[in-house]
């Protein structure tokens, strides 16, 4: 069965330093990976995802991923983060074909000044 | 409409008091998906429902809670006899349908916070 682990419930930084947040997921079959954001008292709102072709994947607010094949991940970067930055962030993976999308436990960064 | 919208955005209900959940998906997504998620935890999965094909119940963590779906438009969520743990934010989200295996993302409403006083 699909699972999603992000290992880090809240990852502090400082406002411009470069932030990681990691996901793992495990799956016997091919799948498609998402990441989402959730700023305080609103929806989930879709960063970015990986379907197919490069494995660097661009979002929206200068966000990134990389899908690792090899060593099952899909970690979420940014160069420079900003206060804005605030919020809940959400690994999820879908498998090919599949409907259902299942979620990590979120991490939440929080961005210092 | 633009977005996925829920109402109420917020119910507080007594406990044993029966609730529904409403969720307006985006015009033209066939799937609509319920999730729970509690206070510092993941999303839960509840139930799926993909045009007119059975929903996927297995979420569903018990059988006071049931969701309907007319077609491609509006659902509920009903949780009977509420209970305290039943306090959570609930999600609804909608995509359109899968096709040739190719997924889209999941568009989300801004959820329901339901307290179980």
């Known amino acids: 069965a699909q699972s999603v682990t992000q290992l880090d419930s809240q990852v502090p930084v400082f406002e411009e330093a470069p932030v990681e947040l990691r996901c793992n997921y495990s799956?016997?079959?091919?799948?498609?990976l998402f990441w989402y954001v959730q700023y305080p008292n609103q929806g989930l709102q879709l960063l970015l995802k990986?379907?197919?072709?490069?494995?660097l994947v661009k979002g929206i607010n200068g966000f990134e991923a990389e899908f690792n094949k090899s060593q099952t991940s899909f970690h979420l970067r940014k160069p420079s983060v900003h206060i804005s930055d605030t919020a809940e962030y959400f690994c999820?993976?879908?498998?090919?074909?599949?409907?259902?999308?299942?979620f990590g436990t979120g991490t939440r960064l929080k961005v210092l000044a | 409409g633009a977005g996925v919208s829920q109402s109420p955005s917020n119910k507080v209900t007594e406990k044993g008091k029966d609730v529904e959940l409403r969720c307006d998906p985006i015009?033209?997504?066939?799937?609509l998906y319920w999730y729970r998620q509690r206070l510092g935890q993941g999303l839960e999965f509840l139930i799926y429902?993909?045009?007119?094909?059975?929903?996927?119940k297995s979420g569903l963590p018990s059988d006071r809670f049931s969701a309907e779906r007319t077609g491609e438009s509006v659902s509920t969520l009903t949780i009977q006899r509420t209970q305290q743990e039943d306090s959570a934010v609930y999600l609804c989200?909608?995509?359109?349908?899968?096709?040739?295996?190719?997924?889209?993302?999941?568009?989300f409403g801004q959820g329901t916070r339901l307290t179980v006083v």
């Open positions: 989200a909608s995509s359109l349908a899968v096709i040739a295996g190719q997924n889209t993302e999941a568009f």
């Open positions: 799956s016997s079959v091919s799948v498609y």
């Open positions: 990986y379907l197919s072709g490069s494995t």
């Open positions: 999820a993976v879908s498998e090919k074909g599949t409907y259902k999308y299942i």
């Open positions: 015009s033209g997504h066939t799937a």
């Open positions: 429902f993909q045009g007119n094909s059975a929903p996927d």
